[in-house]
């Protein structure tokens, strides 16, 4: 009798993890699609691409979209722009994550109910694009840097995460040990607390990183000198105009050509953004899976 109960719900284990099996297959081949066909249209003769002959592997090899790209100045320009409002943006928003963080991970924290109340009360009411806007224009941070790293220097999301970590993996008998031996808080948090939270450090970095990095609307709002825009911002700029360009010459017997060319600009275009996240992913991996797990068992 008892075989064949074990029987049974190991053919239900299979069936369930079959089907699981299947799902992430179906998520796993609707991811990898469309990234093989925008490398694969950067890549491919403009025509091809035009013609709508590319689909998985590139049709002949061009990188005219690349070349047309780079040719232009501001893109170095809005490289660094963009490094600098990521490095910067990160580090700040990791570190006053983790200053809010770790009081509110303590029960001797006065107040701490009340704190996360409000907290959680910001994920899901806001003032809004136009009172956001109006603050930022009365704190003079108008076409500042200081305009795309501040606002969004913070994200309630990521500190739950981090309180829920520093929850569940520094325990208090941690704590009152390094008290009784005469450490303070400060010292506590720094000597102790930190060298045992690298992988939501990661996983932390890796969620403002990300988020930095895709930034453009608060560009789009606050700046106006073109020298401070991001990458993603001269990027838009490059493929409107290059657009543009493409139709006001589209009486010219160059027009098919102009169009094609402005296919592979588009894919190039999105290559180039999305590049240095993908190079950055695989060094904060490791920590990446065990973090996100351990700040997500409780809420």
């Not at 029987?7 to 297959?25: C, G, H, P, W």
Request: a positive charge.
């Amino acid at each position: 009798m008892k075989r064949a109960k074990h029987k049974k719900i190991a053919i239900e284990d299979r069936i369930f993890y079959s089907i699981i099996n299947v799902i992430m297959l179906l998520v796993l081949v609707a991811v990898i699609v469309p990234l093989l066909y925008v490398i694969s249209s950067s890549i491919s003769e403009p025509r091809e691409v035009l013609q709508g002959q590319v689909f998985l592997l590139p049709k002949g090899f061009s990188l005219e979209g690349y070349k047309a790209v780079f040719e232009d100045s501001r893109i170095m320009t809005g490289y660094a722009n963009t490094i600098f409002y990521t490095v910067a943006g990160t580090a700040l928003s990791v570190f006053l994550s983790i200053c809010c963080a770790y009081p509110l991970s303590r029960k001797d924290l006065a107040g701490g109910n009340i704190l996360m109340f409000v907290l959680t009360f910001t994920m899901l009411f806001s003032g809004g694009i136009v009172p956001t806007y109006i603050l930022v224009r009365d704190l003079h941070l108008i076409d500042t840097r200081l305009a795309i790293i501040l606002p969004g220097a913070i994200s309630a999301y990521n500190i739950i995460i981090a309180r829920t970590f520093f929850m569940t993996s520094i325990p208090k008998e941690l704590l009152e040990a390094a008290q009784i031996d005469g450490c303070g808080n400060l010292r506590f948090i720094w000597s102790i607390v930190m060298p045992l939270s690298k992988s939501i450090i990661a996983v932390l970095a890796l969620y403002y990183g990300i988020a930095n990095w895709n930034n453009w609307f608060s560009a789009y709002l606050y700046l106006s000198n073109a020298n401070k825009y991001p990458l993603q911002l001269v990027l838009k700029e490059i493929l409107f105009g290059s657009s543009t360009s493409m139709s006001a010459s589209s009486s010219n017997s160059g027009a098919i050509g102009l169009d094609a060319l402005s296919e592979s600009i588009k894919y190039a275009c999105i290559m180039i953004s999305c590049l240095p996240v993908w190079i950055m992913y695989p060094f904060v991996q490791k920590h990446f899976v065990k973090g996100v797990m351990i700040g997500s068992i409780k809420g």
